[in-house]
């Protein structure tokens, strides 16, 4: 096709013309496989082109089979066809070469093929293995449940036969306690009356002590003149009206502790509290015979406050009520409550605790709260948070015990007082004080309400 493009294209034009079957391919860029076909057709059909080609072609440019079909010297055939058959051997060879190839790569993926093949069943076995294992503690888990379900279908009809037997008894208890209200009603207005003919005493005896001084007085002016002036009947009847006020007071005392905490009168037989006297069930110290004092000595003691019918001793109702009483002073054994409350807390941080639920309770109640720390327990000088809470240390070598019933016996005796411990000396010594006693978890109980 180079050779007929260059005589198409020569100017002057060649003597011999392009063969005609050749002229409709010279413009094509590519031949395709159809065209090279006609192409060889006419090349081996017209010599003079042929030799005119084979002119201008080498053996390097054409390759020895393409020149020996192109110049057809003595004997080309032979010498062609032992190329083509020569070529033909190469590509046998070349084709086996290819297929064992294929062959091997095809081996190769069989036995990849195979070895995943058992990877998988290795696979499918432990999954195997593992479904009978769990189906086991399955069915293992089931009777279990099952076991577990039917003591527990034991237990809930156990709980609602004693739901049963607990609610008789609630009736029951319900039923005594409007009684015992019903007593605790009566003795109250009983106290009234009382405390209305103590009140009245208490103004006689006033009034019959001044005039008892009055004469004392005028005795000891008279005391050197001739005729002493007679005053034994003011002083027998002083004698006889401060001895009254005695057994009206130790009287309401006996009254006030007829009430026990669920309003019934206390049974026979309680042990002897502080100072020998024997302890009422409210935690107050009972009196015993009233005692003779000397005519014109005022008896004045703190007395406990008294809980309402119904309200348990030592319980948050208790305590509730106790600091909504006018005037109340809690005192708290500081360390007491907190070590209850906060056991895995640091001190600094059960103080706090402590005293920021103290001041909430402050604020709902109104009462007046003040809490005692041991000192030996502050490494150094602590300066709490401002609260509404009056906070102070035990000084070096005294225990907060002792500071707590120093304040006991520091306040009035006409102000109630209740003290918060678990501390048996804190709660006896403030008992003998006539204060109110409350136990550490009934305050924390109140504090977390």
Known sequence: MVVARAEQQADPPVPVPVPAGLRRFVGFAHLPAAARR????????????????????????VGRAGWLWLARPDGWG?????????????????????????ARKRAEAAEQQLERSRSAEARARRDADEARAAL????????????????????????????????????????????????????????????????AAEARAEHLEAERADLA?????????????????????????SEAVHRLADALDVLAGRAGPEGRPPGPGPGPG??????????????????????????????????????????????EHLLRVAGVLLLVDGYNVA?????????????????DALAGVAARTGSEIHVVFDGADVPAPVTEVARPVHVRFSPPGVEADDVLLALVDEVPPQRPVVVASDDHRVRDGARAGGANTVGARPLLDLLRR
């Not at 010498?79 to 070529?87: N, Y």
């Not at 005022?298 to 109702?317: A, I």
């Not at 070590?339 to 005293?355: A, V, Y």
């Open 339 to 355: 070590k209850l409350g906060w056991p895995d807390l640091p001190l600094g941080e059960q103080r706090g605790r402590l005293l």
């Open 217 to 241: 007085a005028a005795l000891d002016r008279a005391a050197s003149g001739p005729a002493p002036l007679a005053g034994g009947s003011v002083a027998a009847a002083l004698a006889d009206a």
């Open 78 to 102: 032979d010498e062609l066809a032992e190329l083509v058959a020569a070529a033909a051997g190469r590509a046998e060879a070349a084709a086996v070469e290819r297929e064992e190839r294929s």
């Open 38 to 61: 006609a192409v060889r057709r006419v090349v081996d059909d017209d010599g003079a082109f042929r030799e005119r080609v084979a002119s201008r072609a080498t053996e390097e440019l």
């Open 274 to 319: 502080p100072g020998g006297r024997a302890e009422a069930p409210s935690g107050r110290t009972a009196p015993g015979p009233p005692p003779r004092r000397p005519p014109g000595v005022s008896r004045r003691r703190r007395r406990p406050l008294v809980l309402p019918g119904g309200v348990l001793d030592d319980t948050r109702e208790a305590v």
């Open 136 to 199: 086991a503690e399955e069915r293992h888990a089931r009777r279990a449940a099952e076991a577990l379900r039917a003591g527990l279908e034991a237990r809930s009809a156990a709980a609602e036969a004693g739901r049963a037997d607990a609610d008789a008894r609630a009736a029951r208890a319900e039923e005594e306690a409007r009684g015992a209200a019903a007593g605790a009603a009566g003795a109250a207005r009983e106290a009234d009356a009382l405390r209305a003919r103590l009140a």
